[in-house]
């Protein structure tokens, strides 16, 4: 719980106030933390990029949006995220759980993990990639980037290093 | 009634309203029947005008109205879900179904053969759905606005058949930031 709780704090230091998801077995301790959160707006939605569609809403009403999500709902949302969220400069979070890195004990996940950086470099998305406790002390930085240059920004989050906090 | 004469009879009913409108031609035609600082004008993203209004409703007070088609709705049905469950009361969805894909040249939808978007979005837990004549839908729409205690999707069967428009020549961030202003979200335009 140690490691759901202290991403939550940074994102919320940063200013996240509505919260979207698409569940991940790695999420699961983070959901749970939100569904709880009477100062935040969070739901579960069915696909990541209708979810894209509902954060531009709330930008546009001056939220500042996050989605959790695999990475595989990277691969479900480009189109949305060049034509919708880059197209009109709209700043999001996008919070990943990276599925297929070492420690993952499904395979066919292997796949979406080897292009996942490379999809989010050609979309020129600012990218933070967490593989220790440490480097989730970046996450205010990064959600203060997303902010001042009005893009998204995806914080990825290693199988290991979150499994750790499932155990 | 086709898509443009519809738009035309809708007019006073969006008057101050937050308008989400679809990408392609019902952005067109609504932009050339009276272009509106409260109207977000989708420039791509197609099947997201429903979600965009949905996450819009969430995050403010102020009436929304998404304006989808029918090809759009049936690209993103999963959303349905999403408004069923989440929809507040200033939330409206307004689907223009002429049974076609208009924008890209008329082709058939489902909602013309055996798909009723009334039934999936009744199934996916919206309490208040209506479809009815062109005629009839303003009416409608200011009725579901009105009501505060409820949201709404409204299905206005219209004709197939587009005018002859061009695209839509502002910059998407003028289009964000004069629909951020009229919400008194931006100071320096």
Known sequence: ?167 | MNRFKLLKTIQADLKDRLVICNIGLPSQELYKIKDQTNYFYMLGSMGLASSIGLGLALSQKKDVISIDGDGSVLMNMNTLATIGNRAPNNYTLLILDNESYGSTGDQNSFTGEKTSLKEVAIGCGCKKVIECDATETSDNLRNAIKDKKNSYIIISKIKPGNVNVKPIPLNPITIRDRFRKFLGLVSYL
């Open chain 1, 1 to 167: 719980m140690k490691i759901s709780k202290k991403i939550i704090k940074n994102l919320k230091m940063g200013g996240v106030n509505f919260y979207l998801s698409v569940p991940c077995k790695l999420l699961a301790n983070m959901i749970k933390i939100l569904e709880k959160d009477k100062d935040i707006f969070y739901s579960s939605v069915p696909r990541e990029e209708e979810g894209m569609g509902i954060c531009a809403g709330a930008y546009l009403g001056n939220k500042f949006p996050c989605i959790l999500m695999q990475n595989t709902g990277i691969g479900n949302s480009v189109n949305a995220i060049v034509s919708l969220l880059q197209l009109y400069n709209i700043p999001i979070v996008f919070l990943i759980s990276y599925r297929g890195t070492p420690g993952e004990p499904v395979g066919a996940q292997g796949g979406m993990a080897k292009i996942t950086k490379d999809i989010l470099q050609t979309l020129k998305i600012p990218t933070l990639h967490c593989s220790s406790i440490h480097d989730l002390d970046k996450i205010k930085i990064y959600t203060d980037h997303a902010k001042i240059i009005e893009s998204p920004i995806a914080i990825l989050c290693d199988f290991d290093l979150m499994k750790e906090d499932h155990e």
